[in-house]
């Protein structure tokens, strides 16, 4: 049986700015990579595209993400549909338990969200991060003895580099990273699909769009948050470059 991954993010895109290499590099490997996306991203901005309503805006979203997820090689995508930019109004239960359902369909081993300060602080991310915690914790009861899942934080230290303006001030703590140097034109070409993003792909990887991935750096980075049933405390910070990398078999 192939070991099945499971990434949960708020909007299209999240996925490819985040995990694109980790999510291609899973794919090659041989792993069954599935992605909840829990909204359309309708509120985001249309690029180049003009739409004569939310709606319109939100079906080209599903359509670039769908080809996203083509180029990285994502098996099952799972659309929730919430309303964008509410996701921090819904009961976090009733998402949880949204969540849960799909985590007790799949049974993945590895489950990877955005950390709790959602790497931005953009409220979609900070609640679809606290939900996809508790519906592990949900369901890791039900998981066979013994075969609890793996659940990390998804971060993206180097997103402000190249942008005006920064982050949360208080970050989660980093503890390992995946090598994806070998993916990145994969992850290149997964973020060019967002052509009714190019803002924001312009903004955190310049050059994207035209072609040139050299911007896209040669590790994604994560922190194991719940394993065998119980939190896990990260160990003391270490620089990105001495992080033990993620191996993949």
């Known amino acids: 049986m192939k070991k099945q991954w499971l990434f949960v993010y708020a909007h299209p895109d999240d996925e490819s700015f985040a995990a694109g290499g980790t ?11 599935s992605l909840i996306c829990a909204t359309s991203g309708c509120k985001g901005r249309s690029g180049a595209f003009q739409f004569s309503c939310r709606e319109e805006l939100a079906k080209h979203r599903e ?16 659309l929730y549909r919430h309303k964008d930019g509410f996701l921090k109004d819904l009961d976090i239960d009733q998402l949880a338990s949204q969540i849960c359902e ?41 998981y ?17 580099d190249h942008c005006q303006d920064s982050g949360p001030k208080n970050r989660c703590c980093i503890t390992s990273k995946v090598d994806i140097s070998p993916y990145r034109t994969i992850k290149g070409q997964a973020l060019q699909a967002y052509q009714s993003q190019v803002y924001s792909v312009n903004r955190a990887y310049p050059g994207v769009m035209q072609g040139d991935y050299t911007v896209i750096g040669n590790f994604e980075y994560y922190t194991l948050a719940r394993a065998n049933g119980q939190t896990i405390e990260p160990s003391t910070a270490k620089d990105l470059e001495h992080l033990p990398t993620l191996e993949f078999r």
């Open 144 to 160: 066979p003895p013994g075969a609890s899942p793996q659940f990390y934080y998804n971060s993206i230290p180097n997103y402000y």
């Open 23 to 33: 999510i291609a590099k899973a794919h090659h490997y041989g792993y069954e990579v």
């Open 102 to 142: 799909t985590l007790l369909e799949l049974k993945p081993q590895v489950i990877i969200s955005f950390p709790p300060d959602g790497v931005t602080g953009h409220p979609d991310h900070i609640a679809i991060s606290r939900a996809t915690e508790k519906a592990v914790m949900l369901a890791e009861a039900q």
């Open 63 to 78: 359509e670039e993400l769908q080809k996203a997820c083509s180029f990285l090689g994502v098996h099952n995508l799972i």
